[in-house]
């Protein structure tokens, strides 16, 4: 499935994800890695430390936050297949470690950070797939 190992190659991300700025691997394997990632929103930049499996038996990528204010994120990257293509969807588990602050947190890191990041990766994933094959949905 050409978008899960697209999703999977971190490697690659910077060079078709705009809003990704680099990806440094501090672990590396091929099921395992620990990586800082840094991006962009709306010119804001942003990084954060992230262990990412590689799930080929149950073709999903996932990610847990190591570090900066999305520290215990989880991360889920499903692919399933469906008649027009494959479908991709992203779950974020985030438990904001300060409760009292967490319906403010959840907004500004939630909404504002996570979630556009998150959809505009969707999308330019989804792009440069399509280049390649005309199955995919988002």
């Known amino acids: 499935m050409i978008i899960f190992e697209t999703a999977a190659n971190l490697e690659l991300w910077p060079r078709i994800l705009p809003h990704y700025r680099n990806i440094r691997y501090l672990e590396q394997s091929s099921s395992r890695n620990v ?17 990412q499996i590689i799930d080929r038996d149950r073709v999903e990528v996932r990610f847990h936050h ?21 479908l991709v ?30 959809n505009r990766t969707l999308r330019c994933m989804k792009s440069y797939v399509e280049a390649n094959t005309n199955k995919i949905t988002v």
Do not use: C
Request: positive net charge; charged residues 20%.
């Open 35 to 51: 990586v800082v990632m840094a991006a962009t929103r709306s010119g804001i930049p942003i990084s954060w430390t992230s262990e």
């Open 66 to 86: 190591l570090n900066a204010f999305t520290k215990g994120m989880r991360v889920i990257w499903t692919f399933q297949e469906v008649p027009a293509g494959v």
């Open 89 to 118: 969807e992203i779950k974020h588990d985030l438990a904001f470690r300060v409760k009292i602050l967490a319906p403010i947190a959840d907004k500004i890191i939630g909404d504002f950070f996570i979630h556009y990041i998150a």
